[in-house]
């Protein structure tokens, strides 16, 4: 099993608001996969393991993708190992709502992402730097970036062909089938298989 030095603990923000804590490790190889950072889920699973910023940690992928922190080794635990202090509560969410940059950026890399809309080329990254240089706000950017091309390819590592594809990816995305619509839009509490049912039911937008 892969051991890894724990770093820290960061909190990332998701697309609905709540806190997830992540581990931040020194990288190392797992199954074939160089990680850095894996997930601790809440509070409850960081009390349950007791990791603590120092410790030598035991990693795994879960389901062959998602890695995540299974354990501590005692006998490396170093003395200065120090207790992560999470807020009360399993889940914690961002209070900022529709005003909290974070969840803005999430809630667009998932409208993107392949199960939604699926923009090929439209990554993370890009959506992260987008957001910050007032490119994208809104889901609705996307789709006005095709009349912000000059402004693209002014960018660090956007020519000519990168920019064709980007908008070509965009104008084929313009009509999708519904339950990706429905997906992508970000309900509480309905996702993936939620949203093929709603749109079984409903037909279509109109209905």
Known sequence: MPVARLNGISIQVGRTGALTPVAELEPVNVGGVVVARATLHNADE?????????????????????????GFVPEQRPKNAK???????VV???????????QQVERLRYFVSRNCFDIEGLGG??????????LLRVPGDIFRLPDKVDLIKKREGWGD???????AAIEARRIISLDRFINAIGIPLIGEATAKILAQEY?????
Do not use: W, Y
């Open 46 to 70: 960081i009390e349950r393991l007791d990791v603590r910023v120092g410790d030598m940690v035991t990693i795994q992928r879960a389901g062959d993708v998602i890695p995540q922190v299974l």
């Open 83 to 89: 207790k992560f202090r999470f807020p009360s509560g």
């Open 92 to 102: 914690r969410r961002c209070s900022g709502g529709l005003e909290c940059p974070f």
């Open 125 to 134: 990254t890009h959506i992260e730097n987008f957001f910050n240089d007032g």
């Open 161 to 167: 062909t990168s920019v064709r594809n980007l908008i």
């Open 203 to 207: 037909g279509d937008a109109d209905g």
